[in-house]
C-alpha cells in the first residue's frame, strides 16, 4: 500500500471553514454546556489490534520489495560484466572481477522466473568459468 501524503495535504488546504454567521446554526456557550443536567459516560480505550496489524502488514516483503532487489541485484550483474570487458579490452582481466561475477549470478540464479533470463546467465556463468580455466583458476 502507498501512502500519498500530497492528497491529504490539498485536501485538507481546499476544506471551507465557517466563518462568522454564515454557519447556520446554534453558537456554544458555556451555560448551554454546563446545563446539560447528567455527565456522559466515559467509554473504555478500544483495542489497537487494528493498528497493530496493519503495521505487521507493511513490514512483510511485497512485490516492489523484490522487484527492487532484483533490479540492485541485475545492476550488480551489468556492472560486473562491464569490468570483466574491459579487462579483456585492456587485455588484463583480474580472476577476482570473473569471480565476483560467478558470484553474482550464482547467488540467485533459483529465484530468477524467466528461462531465457536463466538461460543468459548460464551462457554466461559458462563463458566465466572458461575465462578462469584460461588463466588456471577454475577446474
Known sequence: MRINRQ????????AKRPTGKAGGGQKFSIEQASSGG????????RSLGSVDALLALQELPDATTSTRRALRHAE????????????????????????????????????????????????????AQVELAKLGEFV
Not at 447528567?38 to 480505550?45: G, H, I, L
Open 7 to 14: 492528497g491529504a495535504l490539498n485536501r485538507t488546504a481546499s
Open 38 to 45: 447528567t455527565a456522559s459516560t466515559v467509554q473504555a480505550p
Open 76 to 127: 550488480d550483474i551489468l556492472d560486473a560484466l562491464e569490468d570483466v570487458q574491459m579487462g579483456l579490452v585492456v587485455g588484463a582481466l583480474p580472476k577476482t572481477q570473473l569471480n565476483r561475477l560467478l558470484g553474482l549470478i550464482r547467488r540467485e540464479q533459483d529465484q530468477v522466473p524467466d528461462p531465457k533470463l536463466t538461460e543468459v546467465l548460464k551462457e554466461v556463468e559458462l563463458r
